[in-house]
């Protein structure tokens, strides 16, 4: 006796059909009801047509944004990569050798390039783009004549890319330096710097004078968030009666004033080449 099939076998038979590839998938298709597409195969045609609007540079909601742009390297950093690039073995021996009252002997110990000195004296802030006099006498020492033009450069472009205030604040540091000598401890009280500061900068820098009194400077400026820094400068310098200082930090602000008005001053670029920079002395042995 011939069975009669269940209302359930005949609405799946065409979802099965649809399930088997090939010709079964085509019979199914006829045999299956106007309209009855699986899930499978709708989810497949949505992610084609995603995948073709992507391609066309198209999305639902407008047109694809580009990447962001990777940030530019600090040309300081940049640098000291291309000094460290110019320096032979020889020569990275003599470097830690003077550095050895700055720099531990265990961190010495593991210095095998020059980035590896230059990344412990940035970490000890014995450097930074701002503070470049340790690393003019490590060049000097050398007699690099080359990798001091380099230093000379990007000094150079540094101060050009500077903002006026930030030209008169390290115009103001550089008079500062050079006159008020042994009276930097007396300023660097009234600019409230601490004694434990102050003590730390004498150890630091124990027989050079110049560089105790541009670090106190330094460590002033970090914290100094009360308005325009040259002003507070001169004021600290007249409560500590060094008004001839004073008087030369106002005078170089003139002359700068009337420089920029008569448009004397030139500006050049701080981009810098590593191609350029390392193309000026070949070094065998050269440590990476």
Same mark, same amino acid.
């Given at each position: ?26 019979? &199914?298709?006829?045999?299956?009801? =106007? ?27 407008? =047109?694809?944004?580009?990447? =962001? ?26 470097? $830690? ?7 531990? $002997? ?60 930030? !030209? ?13 000598? $042994? ?8 600019? !409230? ?12 820098? =124990? ?12 460590? +002033?400026?970090?914290?100094? $968030? ?8 001169? !004021? ?40 350029? +920079? ?6 065998? &042995?050269?440590?990476?």
């Amino acid at each position: 006796m011939r069975r009669c099939r269940s209302s359930r076998e005949i609405s799946e038979k065409p979802a099965l059909a649809w399930t088997s590839g090939g010709r079964a998938s085509g019979a &199914g298709r006829l045999r299956g009801k =106007p309209g009855a597409v699986g899930t499978a195969g709708a989810a497949g045609a949505c992610g084609a047509a995603e995948r073709a609007a992507g391609r066309s540079g198209t999305l639902r909601g407008g =047109p694809s944004r580009a990447p =962001p742009r990777p940030a530019a390297m600090d040309p300081f950093l940049v640098l000291l990569h291309s000094l460290s690039a110019s320096l032979s073995t020889s020569e990275l021996t003599e470097l $830690k050798f003077l550095c050895q009252g700055r720099v531990s $002997k265990k961190k010495l110990e593991r210095v095998q390039y020059g980035v590896d000195l230059f990344t412990v004296l940035l970490e000890q802030n014995e450097l930074d783009r701002e503070h470049t006099g340790l690393l003019r006498e490590m060049l000097a020492s050398l007699r690099r004549q080359d990798l001091l033009g380099r230093l000379d450069h990007f000094e150079a472009g540094a101060a050009a890319e500077a903002s006026p205030e930030e !030209r008169d604040l390290h115009a103001a540091f550089d008079i500062i330096c050079d006159h008020v000598g $042994k009276d930097w401890r007396r300023l660097a009280r009234q600019l !409230r710097v601490s004694d434990a500061k102050i003590d730390a900068i004498e150890e630091r820098y =124990p027989r050079n004078l110049t560089e105790q009194v541009r670090e106190s400077l330094r460590v +002033w400026k970090s914290s100094h $968030k009360e308005g325009p820094p040259v002003p507070h400068l001169l !004021r600290a310098l007249r409560a500590c009666r060094l008004n001839l200082v004073a008087d030369l930090i106002e005078d170089e602000q003139q002359a700068r004033a009337l420089d920029s008005q008569s448009g004397g001053g030139t500006s050049s670029s701080s981009t810098v080449s590593l191609t350029s +920079w390392n193309s000026d002395r070949p070094s065998s &042995g050269v440590p990476w």
